[in-house]
């Protein structure tokens, strides 16, 4: 039987190591922001939008849908979708790349993740633009901005929360043996 001064010092331990995984990830977070986002010219900024938007609309024209693309404004018949550095899945990728990095584990384990991770977020990224524009094109634009700030984005956090707890199971736990 433990006593209860055994089970504050291990409370404690973990409470120390939680926060010191919180801190190390909001600290990469905000290095990624700065260093990705903040520092670059904006040219660097464009990149992503340019291929997510020119990427989302041949994906619309092989769905069959009736688009025009002008930079990164995508008009359809019912909606023009203008993709942002914020549609890119960049943001989310912060996040999961912050939880990779901190969560203590080899760094092959980490660049793993990271290969991973980062083709998944944005995929997953095109289709929540995909399922947008269907809902930009046949529901209410009260729906629309319902799914477009909300929905998906509780939906995004969750899978980027899957998919760390999943690198962390299937890869990280699972080499330990």
Request: hydrophobic fraction near 55%; include cysteine.
């Amino acid at each position: 039987m433990a006593s209860k001064k055994g089970r504050k010092s291990g409370g404690a331990k973990t409470r120390v190591l939680v926060l010191r995984f919180l801190i190390s990830m909001i600290l990469f977070i905000v290095a990624e922001y700065l260093l990705l986002y903040v520092l670059p010219p904006e040219s660097f900024r464009t990149a992503p939008i340019n291929f997510t938007a020119g990427l989302f609309f041949r994906i619309l024209e092989l769905l069959g849908f009736s688009a025009s693309l002008s930079g990164a404004v995508i008009q359809l018949r019912h909606i023009s979708l203008e993709i942002v550095y914020e549609c890119t899945g960049v943001f989310a990728f912060f996040i999961l790349s912050g939880a990779i990095l901190a969560y203590p584990s080899r760094g092959w384990h980490k660049l793993l993740g990271h290969i991973v991770g980062l083709p998944a977020v944005f995929i997953l990224n095109i289709i929540r633009l995909v399922v947008l524009a269907v809902i930009g094109e046949y529901f209410s634009l009260s729906v629309f901005n319902f799914v477009h700030e909300y929905l998906w984005q509780i939906t995004f956090i969750e899978v980027v929360l899957l998919f760390w707890v999943l690198w962390i199971d299937r890869v990280v736990e699972h080499a330990k043996g």
